[in-house]
């Protein structure tokens, strides 16, 4: 029984995780090493890849410190209200990424009240980077917050109130006492959101409009090298967006012993 | 400055980026999917095209979710109890598809059962299609929603005190009644918050899905990417009123769990979220 159950086991890892993993590193290195190269190296697909850092790199500034400050309000503050910060921050998870670029195109697009009047003023959001950047922080944005809130709950408020009756101002403690005590978690949920904004997909493909050399990001580039048979571009991207998703799993796993330590 | 006036500019700053990022665009949705009246909106969602993709979502969510949360359940049942060749590995591998972006999950399947590859002829030799149908559809929803149960399932196994089952072992109880009744009332809730988990991220699937199914009206397209259609032809009302529809599912499910589950659900959750962080079990 015991021996069956781990073949089966070994069997679901190879057929669903081994599997695509296997085929895409393979059929990706039959292609070769300089040709993969030549096809990372190609005008549009180092935009679209410039693209994604520039984005990622302003996702995560964002969201980590939008993320503290939520934590901290949804855990250390009591007010009317404070249900729909919950609620808001809950919800991102719950949406489809498609039909979360279809409500900020419904807000920010060029045929919306608020659209036309940025675009008047000179501010385009929609097939913009603005509406790219929107679109990364809503999917992230629970990220950083979920990974905080335990951590606040179970820290309590003892540190900080020692460190008030030692005469530290709010922000001096907020600074030496409840940022370190946060740090392991908030490096884990920004790494997290690192990789989940160079993974985003859906969202953005809706509120970008995927024009070449213009909003396209590097998973919009690998999409449409498929649906053009460029699979040679397709393999080349997907496979350095592999490699990266693989290097965040090992940051992930190593911080996440480090937070087991710090608990 | 004092820390109450500085409290209420730190919510009002917060509220307004949750305003500008979640309430306006979810208000915007409502209106619009409410922009020709219920008769408008129930015309957007019985099409013939709607009908269908929300039905093939649903079930095919459904199948992927029961088979996730059987193969989860057995993988962390696994991979806590047996003596596993490589399990380091194995338990880092189950965060894979999370790590993974959905795009790049949906080349890796139309690679590995495309019409060139070896399995995707053998299959075919078989008439049984993958890519471009219902299975590929499956499989991409399997793939991108495999770490769910396991990590809903691995930490209450962890929890779980041997001393219980080994009582029942002294009291003559055999194999199955030791597991039917002192294993699986503990993992019911992981089992349960799992497949909930799988079935709602399945339903939103995107990604992966329109690489592998392709879109292809009446036959595998799903919610989603009918959504993202008549997005791209500027049918906003019609893509927003199916939306609503997906939207409500997994709230239902969630308002569901919470009734089966009240207490349990939240520990279940904090748990999963340890679980994700410990890595190596």
Known sequence: MRAFLSAVVYLIFLVFILGPLGALIGEGGRSGL????????????????????????????????????????????????????????????????VIAGLMLVLVYGPYTMLGAFLTEHGIRIIFALPGIVLATLFITMPLVVRQLVPVLRENGLEQEEAAYTLGASPWITFWKVTLPSLKWSLLYGAVMTLARSMGEFGAVLVVSGNLIMQTQTATLYAYDSVVNFNMAGAYAVSLLLLAISFITLLIMQTLGRNQEVAN | MNSRSSNLIIRSLLGGYLLMLVFLPLGAVFLQ???????????????PAAI?????????????????????????????????PGKTILNALVDMPFAVPTAVSGIMLLILYGPRSPLGEMLSSWHIEVVYAWPG???????????????????????????????????????????????????????????????????????????VAGNIPLQSQVASVYIFGEVESGNLAAASAV???LLAAPLLLSW????????????SLTSMVQAVREGAA
Do not use: H
């Open chain 2, 33 to 47: 999917a409410w922009s020709g009246g219920w008769s408008g909106f129930w015309q957007a969602i019985s099409l």
């Open chain 2, 243 to 245: 939306s609503l529809v």
């Open chain 2, 137 to 211: 559809i499956v499989l991409a929803m399997m793939f991108v929603t495999f770490p769910f149960t396991v990590r809903a399932v691995q930490p209450l196994l962890l929890a779980l005190d041997k001393d219980m089952e080994e009582a029942a072992w002294t009291l003559g109880a055999n194999r199955s009644q030791v597991f039917a009744r002192i294993v699986l009332p503990v993992l019911w809730p992981g089992i349960l918050s799992g497949f909930f988990l799988c079935f709602a991220r399945a339903l939103a699937e995107f990604g992966s899905i329109i690489l």
């Open chain 2, 52 to 84: 269908f993709a929300l039905k093939l979502s649903l079930s095919l969510a459904l199948l992927a979710a029961l088979s996730n949360t059987l193969m989860g359940t057995l993988t962390a049942y696994a991979l806590v109890r047996y003596r596993l």
């Open chain 2, 256 to 267: 569901l769990q919470t009734r089966i589950y009240p207490d349990n659900i939240k520990e």
């Open chain 1, 34 to 97: 300089a040709a993969l190269w030549q096809e990372l190296t190609c005008p549009e697909a180092v935009f679209a890849l410039r693209l994604t850092l520039l984005v990622s790199v302003l996702t995560v500034a964002i969201n980590t410190i939008v993320g503290v400050f939520l934590a901290l309000l949804l855990v250390r503050d009591k007010f009317r209200g404070q249900g729909l910060f919950q609620a808001a921050v809950d919800l991102p998870l719950s949406v489809s990424p």
